[in-house]
């Protein structure tokens, strides 16, 4: 596995944090889990837009 470092906002990283703590994760995990998402909404949308 790769290791990725991400410079983020202090308000970026406060919400994800708050976030992280709800859900009993933590916050480098839920903003992997955010992006991963993203990705794949962003891969969908692409190959819907090529399917066009």
Known sequence: MKTVELNVEEYLYAFYEKV??????????????????????????????ARK
């Open 20 to 49: 992280a703590a709800q859900a009993g994760r933590s916050t480098e995990q839920v903003m992997a889990d955010a992006l991963f998402r993203f990705a794949g909404e962003a891969a969908a949308g692409a190959m819907e837009r």
